[in-house]
């Protein structure tokens, strides 16, 4: 493999794995704030089409990924209220949040199949991105990539080095004790949803505007579910998520490069290796029950309902 080629591969697996970091983080917020929405997948679903639809419609990619943004959030405010104001079981509104958001994204993008979209332009700062190799890897990204970056370390921020986020780390450990504190658990746990809905949306939008700039029915191909899995595998840890991420990425990058170089395996083993990694990977995590003590939020999954 020649330097270019590596190079090649390296800004595609930074871009496969953009679209993992914004879910994964969206997610991991709301777990720790107790609530497991397994509604990411239709979530990104919605956010991809509302967000190549918008970004056709007005020529303007940055309007698509605002479209994809607000998608997100809307889809996640109706899981809000049916969990968490009518306290119905978060697993199964999940799944059926999943099932919604695929159905509703391919009857509306019905229209829009594999239509040509605009694509977020990469940055170039001169005397920068010309650097040999590491120019483009760096400082020649598309602006989402360090969109994601920021939201890392942003969300590592805000979980571990403010009140806020002290709060809704309170809620997902115990909702009884932060409510007896006086904090409002609901809408904690409703404003967490909420930025998670965020999340998914823009990675959804993140697929159709510049991983692909199209829109293709089921295009989000099992994504939100490897993003529940990687809240998991970095144990609720931000940086961990952001890092796996990228090698989940990279094992979907290299296994389409890998069918691309003749590599004598099933092409359908190959197109299941980033599925079977995540399942092999949350059994070997699920042994060490320390790790998840420590880290597993307490109340997650568990309805609250305050005194009346």
Not at 4 to 20: F, K, N, R, S, Y
């Amino acid at each position: 493999m020649s330097l270019l080629e590596l190079q090649g591969l390296l800004l595609t697996i930074v871009t496969a794995a953009t679209p993992l970091i914004f879910a994964s983080l969206g997610e991991l917020v709301a777990e720790r704030s107790g609530v497991l929405n397994l509604g990411v997948e239709g979530m990104m679903a919605v956010g991809a089409v509302i967000g190549f639809i918008t970004g056709h419609a007005t020529g303007l990619p940055i309007a698509g990924v605002v479209a994809a943004i607000l998608a997100g959030t809307v889809m996640a405010a109706l899981f809000g209220l049916v969990t968490l104001v009518f306290v119905a079981n978060q697993v199964a509104s999940g799944l059926a949040l999943t099932l919604f958001g695929l159905g509703l994204s391919g009857l509306i993008g019905d229209r829009y199949v594999s239509i040509p979209g605009f694509s977020l332009e990469r940055i170039n700062i001169p005397g920068l991105t010309d650097i040999p190799f590491l120019g483009p890897l760096i400082f020649g990204e598309d602006p989402l990539v360090y969109v994601a970056a920021a939201l890392a370390i942003a969300v590592s921020w805000f979980l571990f080095s403010t009140r806020a986020g002290l709060v809704v780390r309170a809620t997902g450990n115990n909702h009884v004790s932060a409510h007896a504190l006086g904090y409002d658990v609901i809408r904690v746990r409703f404003f967490s949803v909420l930025f998670g809905g965020a999340c998914a949306g823009l990675a959804g939008g993140y697929l159709s505007i510049v991983y692909s700039t199209q829109w293709i029915p089921n295009m989000t191909a099992g994504r939100g579910w490897i993003a529940l899995a990687l809240v998991v595998f970095g144990t609720w840890l931000p940086g961990r998520v952001a890092i796996g991420a990228v090698l989940f990425g990279a094992i979907s990058i290299l296994q389409l490069n890998a069918q691309g170089y003749g590599v004598a395996l099933p092409p359908q083993f190959l197109n299941a290796l980033p599925y079977l990694t995540t399942v092999v990977v949350l059994v070997i995590i699920s042994r060490n029950r320390t790790l998840l003590r420590v880290n597993t939020p307490a109340c997650l999954g568990q309805a609250f309902v305050p005194d009346r």
